[in-house]
C-alpha cells in the first residue's frame, strides 16, 4: 500500500521557526516521548544527563560545515552571482548549484577575489547543477574560509528576511555569529553544506556532565548535501530518490557499539544524519558491524526495522519531509504528530536552530 504524503503534514505558523538559536546552547527546550505509554514531558536539554541511563551510548556526526555559499560577479564586471557548492568531486572540482542559473553558461567565468580566488562553469550537471572548476592560490579551503558564507537554510534566510536582491533572484549575506552557531562544538571533519543540527545543542560542559553519570560518546561522519533540504515530489512516497552522501565509521565507535549490543546498553543517535549512518553501515557490513567508508542514499520512511536505533535525539522537521518521515518511521505517525501539535501549543521553536526532542522507550 502506498504511503500518502498528506498523511505527513502539519501547519506551522512562520514565527515558529527559529531564527537564531537558544543562547547558551543546552537552554533549548527539550520534549520527552516516551514510545511505548505514549507520555509526552517536557524539559530543557540542560536536563539530558538525569533523562538517560548509565552506559547509555551516545552517537554523534562530527562533520564539519563548510561556508558552501559563495557570493561573486560574472566576468568581466557582471551581475553578482552565487555558486553553492554541493559536492567535492577533485581537487578544486565541485559540482555547484549556481544562481542566476539562467545567466550562467559553460565557460563562464567567476571572480571572488581578482586573481586569487575565482572559478569556471566548466559544465553541467542536471537538476540546475554545474561542474566547477576553482583557481586560487594556497589551500582551497582557507580560501573557501575566507571567501565562502555559512550556508543556512532557506527557511532560515526567509524568516529572518535577510537578503539581497539580485536582479530576480535572492542572495542571502552572513550576520556575525552564523559561522559559529551553526556548527557543533565537536565538529572535526569538513564537509558538510548543512549542520547536523539535533548536535547543535551540546556544549562541552553538559558533554562532561553527561560523562559524569555513565554516558559514553563515540563518532561517526555523514557529510550532509544540500539534497537534505529537497522537498518530496513524486505522488507515491516509496518512488522518492533520496541525496547521495559520504560517511565514515571507524574501528574505535564499531567497538563501542558492538560493546552496547553485547551488553545491552541502548545507542542513542543524536540527530537523522547520525540514524541514517548507522543504519546505512549495518546494512552493509551486517554484525558485528565493521569500519568502513562508503555512501548512502538510505531513505528511511514507514515501515523501517531499525537495527541500532534504540532511543533517537532529534529536532523538530518540515512537513512533508523525508526527515518528518524517518521520525515517524521511529515513533510512529500518530505520535509525532500528536508531539508537533503539543509543541506548536507549547510555543517551541522549529527547525534547524530550534528545540529538540528526546524520543525514548
Given at each position: 500500500?502506498?504511503?500518502?504524503?498528506?498523511?505527513?503534514d502539519y501547519e506551522l505558523p512562520d514565527n515558529y521557526i527559529a531564527r537564531y538559536p537558544a543562547e547558551p546552547r543546552d537552554s533549548s527546550r527539550l520534549m520527552l516521548i516516551n514510545r511505548s505509554s505514549h507520555k509526552i514531558e517536557h524539559y530543557s536539554f540542560r536536563d539530558l544527563?538525569?533523562?538517560?541511563?548509565?552506559?547509555?551510548?551516545?552517537?554523534?556526526?562530527?562533520?564539519?560545515?563548510?561556508?558552501?555559499?559563495?557570493?561573486?560577479?560574472?566576468?568581466?564586471?557582471?551581475?553578482?552571482?552565487?555558486?553553492?557548492?554541493?559536492?567535492?568531486?577533485?581537487?578544486?572540482?565541485?559540482?555547484a548549484l549556481v544562481r542566476p542559473g539562467k545567466k550562467i553558461k559553460q565557460g563562464d567565468e567567476?571572480?571572488?577575489?581578482?586573481?586569487?580566488?575565482?572559478?569556471?562553469i566548466i559544465d553541467y550537471a542536471g537538476r540546475g547543477e554545474r561542474v566547477v572548476k576553482f583557481f586560487y592560490e594556497g589551500d582551497f579551503l582557507e580560501n573557501l574560509n575566507k571567501?565562502?558564507?555559512?550556508?543556512?537554510p532557506p527557511y532560515i534566510l526567509n524568516a529572518r528576511k535577510n537578503i539581497l536582491k539580485v536582479t530576480a533572484n535572492k542572495i542571502p549575506v552572513e550576520e556575525p555569529g552564523d559561522r559559529e552557531h551553526y556548527q557543533t562544538v565537536y565538529a572535526q571533519?569538513?564537509?558538510?553544506?548543512?549542520?547536523?543540527?539535533?548536535?547543535?545543542?551540546?556544549?562541552?560542559?553538559?558533554?562532561?556532565?553527561?560523562?559524569k553519570v555513565g554516558i559514553r560518546f563515540c563518532y561517526v561522519t555523514l557529510h550532509i548535501s544540500a539534497g537534505t533540504f529537497l522537498p518530496i515530489k513524486t505522488d507515491k512516497i516509496e518512488d522518492h530518490i533520496m541525496h547521495t552522501e559520504f560517511y565514515n565509521i571507524n574501528e574505535e565507535t564499531c567497538l563501542e557499539i558492538q560493546n552496547a549490543r553485547n551488553e545491552k546498553r541502548r545507542i542513542i543517535p543524536v540527530g537523522t544524519t547520525s540514524v541514517?549512518?548507522?543504519?546505512?553501515?549495518?546494512?552493509?557490513?551486517?554484525?558485528?558491524?565493521?569500519?568502513?567508508?562508503?555512501?548512502?542514499?538510505?531513505?528511511?520512511?514507514?515501515?523501517?526495522?531499525?537495527?541500532?536505533?534504540?532511543?533517537?535525539?532529534?529536532?523538530?522537521?518540515?512537513?512533508?519531509s523525508t526527515l518528518l518521515l524517518l521520525v515517524s518511521a521511529f515513533a510512529g505517525r500518530e505520535l509525532i504528530l500528536k508531539a508537533y501539535k503539543i509543541a506548536i501549543e507549547n510555543n517551541y521553536r522549529f527547525y534547524s536552530y530550534g528545540d529538540v526532542m528526546l524520543i525514548s522507550d
Amino acid at each position: 500500500m502506498s504511503l500518502s504524503l498528506n498523511d505527513y503534514d502539519y501547519e506551522l505558523p512562520d514565527n515558529y521557526i527559529a531564527r537564531y538559536p537558544a543562547e547558551p546552547r543546552d537552554s533549548s527546550r527539550l520534549m520527552l516521548i516516551n514510545r511505548s505509554s505514549h507520555k509526552i514531558e517536557h524539559y530543557s536539554f540542560r536536563d539530558l544527563p538525569s533523562l538517560l541511563r548509565a552506559g547509555d551510548l551516545l552517537v554523534l556526526n562530527d562533520t564539519k560545515v563548510i561556508p558552501a555559499r559563495l557570493i561573486g560577479r560574472k566576468k568581466p564586471g557582471g551581475h553578482k552571482s552565487e555558486i553553492f557548492l554541493i559536492e567535492e568531486k577533485g581537487e578544486g572540482l565541485w559540482i555547484a548549484l549556481v544562481r542566476p542559473g539562467k545567466k550562467i553558461k559553460q565557460g563562464d567565468e567567476i571572480v571572488f577575489d581578482a586573481k586569487k580566488f575565482e572559478c569556471k562553469i566548466i559544465d553541467y550537471a542536471g537538476r540546475g547543477e554545474r561542474v566547477v572548476k576553482f583557481f586560487y592560490e594556497g589551500d582551497f579551503l582557507e580560501n573557501l574560509n575566507k571567501y565562502g558564507i555559512t550556508p543556512l537554510p532557506p527557511y532560515i534566510l526567509n524568516a529572518r528576511k535577510n537578503i539581497l536582491k539580485v536582479t530576480a533572484n535572492k542572495i542571502p549575506v552572513e550576520e556575525p555569529g552564523d559561522r559559529e552557531h551553526y556548527q557543533t562544538v565537536y565538529a572535526q571533519s569538513s564537509g558538510s553544506v548543512a549542520a547536523p543540527t539535533a548536535g547543535l545543542h551540546f556544549t562541552p560542559n553538559l558533554i562532561e556532565d553527561l560523562k559524569k553519570v555513565g554516558i559514553r560518546f563515540c563518532y561517526v561522519t555523514l557529510h550532509i548535501s544540500a539534497g537534505t533540504f529537497l522537498p518530496i515530489k513524486t505522488d507515491k512516497i516509496e518512488d522518492h530518490i533520496m541525496h547521495t552522501e559520504f560517511y565514515n565509521i571507524n574501528e574505535e565507535t564499531c567497538l563501542e557499539i558492538q560493546n552496547a549490543r553485547n551488553e545491552k546498553r541502548r545507542i542513542i543517535p543524536v540527530g537523522t544524519t547520525s540514524v541514517r549512518t548507522l543504519e546505512s553501515a549495518i546494512l552493509k557490513t551486517g554484525f558485528p558491524l565493521k569500519p568502513h567508508k562508503d555512501k548512502t542514499s538510505i531513505f528511511i520512511f514507514p515501515p523501517f526495522d531499525f537495527k541500532l536505533t534504540d532511543v533517537m535525539v532529534t529536532n523538530f522537521h518540515l512537513p512533508k519531509s523525508t526527515l518528518l518521515l524517518l521520525v515517524s518511521a521511529f515513533a510512529g505517525r500518530e505520535l509525532i504528530l500528536k508531539a508537533y501539535k503539543i509543541a506548536i501549543e507549547n510555543n517551541y521553536r522549529f527547525y534547524s536552530y530550534g528545540d529538540v526532542m528526546l524520543i525514548s522507550d
